[in-house]
């Protein structure tokens, strides 16, 4: 199925009325660990009166230690086709589980990209793929865990990764850089990888997602994390800073001025305990920003807009929160801010991605171009894309994914294998 649209450019949270459909520009995704998808909904059962990101991880580091790359193609391929079928037109991947689990590379050392660059091909989601650069298990510098093993590079081993990858990008694939965390990379190790990248690369890191991280740092490196980062890398548009949850008035301030995107993703925020984003401090800086689905306990971005606005009412007994001069609606203000980050956060110019919305729900009866974007964020629970266009070619129709099935089954398959005890 590639029926060729019109090719009408959308512009930033532009949706118009066509025969199909309220027609609106296709969603970016701007943080994914697909691996993560099998183990949603695993993690909720208490194990600890404290249970916390770090009992979590250590839930996700077993999932994590059963997958080869035949089980990351069949979950990564799943979930492709949620994003779809939800509306988002790509993804940035920040992928660090590289190696087999013993920490041995595979044969092919890209053997793991590569399932996850097939997932995409086959789905027709635009990927920037973004390897991560994975060296200690702490801001101490202490060697990898044995369940860390597979995710480790030395500098040099991950720049031939980083160039054998970066050779098979084309139309729908981006390839980047990722730093795992300021406690997975020493100081030295960072430096040579940024001076080693193509002007052009993105650079994603994870970010004072924890209090323990920002105290780590502060006790190691005497400065907050995007304190020390902002010291310490010429940061600017190329970089998306993932989650940066816990900033002072100066780290906000810092960031929006560098001109980088804060990946947001507030569902998993929400399910690993993170905190909460300082987005009204943000927006006033004029920060830029995106939505991620990270652990993809959720995958929509109808959730990840809504509860990012929630969280800030909840927190502040306020409503409508996330509005700027001259647009006082708040989901027209969220998607607007989430497609402007977009290409800087991804290296795609999408302009021809859309998503088609489904006019004759009910929820949009008697809809106009003015209320129609707020009634799809806050009322919608059953899906509302019906079709999604990504490079002008036809993914998604009638609000299903064509290989939704088969997909779906080899999933199944790989979900039993890896649950086996
Ligand atoms: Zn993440």
Redo the contacts with the bound molecule.
């Keep these: 199925m590639s029926t060729p649209t019109a090719g009408s450019a959308a512009t930033p949270a532009t949706i118009e009325r066509t025969p199909e459909g309220w027609r609106a520009p296709g969603i970016a995704n701007l943080?994914s660990?697909a691996f993560q998808r099998a183990m949603a909904g695993l993690a909720e059962r208490q194990t600890h009166p404290e249970d916390s990101f770090w009992t979590w991880r250590e839930t996700m580091y077993r999932m994590a230690g059963r997958f080869d790359p035949d089980s990351l193609h069949a979950v990564a391929s799943q979930l492709y086709v949620e994003m779809l079928e939800a509306g988002y037109t790509g993804v940035c991947e920040?992928h660090y589980l590289h190696h087999a689990p013993d920490g041995r590379p595979y044969d092919d050392p890209a053997a793991m990209s590569r399932a996850l660059i097939a997932a995409a091909r086959e789905t027709g989601i635009r990927l920037t793929l973004l390897p991560v650069l994975y060296m200690t298990g702490g801001f101490d510098g202490r060697p990898l865990g044995e369940r860390q093993k597979r995710f480790g590079h030395d500098v040099d081993g991950y720049l031939r990764l980083f160039e054998t990858l970066r050779a098979e990008a084309g139309d729908l694939l981006r390839v980047g850089c990722a730093l795992h965390s300021l406690r997975a990379v020493p100081p030295e190790a960072m430096h040579a990888v940024l001076a080693a990248l193509p002007a052009d690369a993105r650079i994603h890191i994870?970010i004072s997602e924890q209090i323990g991280e920002v105290q780590d740092c502060l006790a190691i490196r005497d400065l907050r994390p995007v304190e020390w980062l902002l010291r310490n890398a010429e940061l600017d548009a190329r970089w998306t800073l993932?989650h940066a949850t816990h900033l002072n008035d100066g780290e906000v301030d810092g960031i929006a001025r560098s001109g980088a995107t804060v990946a947001i993703c507030p569902t998993t925020e929400a399910n690993l305990g993170d905190g909460l984003f300082r987005l009204r401090d943000h927006l006033d800086a004029g920060g830029a920003w995106g939505i991620g689905s990270?652990s993809h306990i959720s995958v929509s971005p109808v959730e990840e807009l809504r509860w990012l606005e929630y969280g800030q009412r909840l927190a502040t007994r306020r409503r409508n929160i996330a509005v700027a001069p001259g647009s006082p609606g708040v989901g027209v203000t969220l998607l607007r801010g989430a497609l402007a980050s977009a290409p800087q956060a991804t290296g795609f110019d999408a302009t021809d991605d859309a998503i088609v919305l489904d006019a004759d729900a009910p929820i949009l009866a008697a809809a106009s171009a003015d209320d129609v974007i707020e009634r799809w964020i806050f009322s919608g629970n059953r899906p509302l894309v019906r079709e999604v266009h990504v490079a002008g070619r036809q993914v998604v129709a009638d609000g299903r994914h064509p290989q939704r099935d088969a997909v779906a089954g080899r999933y199944a398959d790989a979900l039993r294998r890896l649950l086996r005890d």
């Design positions: 943080h660990h920040f994870h993932v990270d």
